[in-house]
């Protein structure tokens, strides 16, 4: 257990010196909240089911950081680290693998965390944010999402050669869903047609996931159960595909 820490802490202090990681993760969500907070405010509107723009908004920020860190951060990192022959390195070490694998599932929800409380502060403190409805499930629907989406960036770092191409990948899969799921923007606003399509993407269902809890706390089953099979079927796949060198 010492020594997973000790990973954790090291793996920690180089992703906080990953400027662009961090302002991705940490910066850009609050930039948002901020920006869109002062154009819209967050009085209740009819248009929005009786909650204010930042009450629907803030859910969805939180599951742009958790798609952000699943589909960018960790498999860019770990296809580099592949690249500079740094996994091979450490699987020649006593280290188990067990341990390097679940240090980097451990800073990744480190930083999910980290970047939702600081989201959900600045919207309690500066946009009288509404409080959720169910606190604890929120917290486990957000670890949850954290996990499935790891896993999915588990799938991208073995099946893609480079670190090249695991951005450029992640990017191409990841933004179409940041604008369409209701992460970036309320799905409220968008046609309904778009809506429609929006629920074929997984990013969607931990929105919505998010959403119930938060606003009606209620869990979702649809999008439970998207979210948890998800992560069965991309853990099955990353136990085949992931690749130390």
């Not at 802490?9 to 993760?25: D, I, M, N, S």
């Not at 907070?37 to 248009?47: A, Q």
């Not at 679940?102 to 944010?129: E, H, K, P, R």
Request: proline share 5%; net charge neutral.
């Amino acid at each position: 257990m010492k020594t997973l820490w000790k990973m954790i802490w090291t793996e920690l202090k180089l992703q906080l010196r990953e400027p662009v990681g961090v302002f991705f993760t940490l910066a850009f969500p609050l930039m948002l909240l901020f920006i869109f907070g002062s154009i819209y405010g967050n009085e209740p509107s009819d248009y929005l089911g009786g909650h204010g723009s930042i009450d629907i908004s803030v859910p969805g920020y939180i599951g742009m950081i958790i798609g952000t860190i699943g589909m960018l951060s960790l498999p860019i990192a770990l296809s580099t680290y592949r690249e500079q022959g740094i996994l091979r390195r450490l699987q020649a070490t006593p280290l188990p693998s067990s341990i390097i694998l679940w240090s980097q599932v451990a800073v990744n929800v480190i930083m999910t965390l980290l970047g939702a409380s600081m989201l959900v502060i600045a919207g309690f403190v500066v946009y009288d944010l509404s409080v959720p409805q169910a606190s604890l499930g929120l917290l486990l629907a957000v670890i949850l999402s954290g996990f499935s989406f790891l896993a999915v960036g588990f799938v991208l770092a073995g099946v893609l050669p480079t670190a090249r191409s695991a951005q450029a990948v992640g990017m191409a899969l990841f933004y179409p869903m940041l604008f369409l799921s209701g992460a970036a923007m309320p799905r409220q606003v968008m046609p309904e047609g778009v809506q429609k399509f929006s629920e074929l993407l997984p990013l969607t269902h931990v929105v919505k996931l998010l959403e119930g809890l938060w606003l009606d706390g209620v869990w979702n089953q649809t999008s439970l159960a998207v979210v948890v099979g998800l992560l069965m079927v991309c853990l099955v796949i990353s136990r085949r595909t992931f690749r130390w060198e």
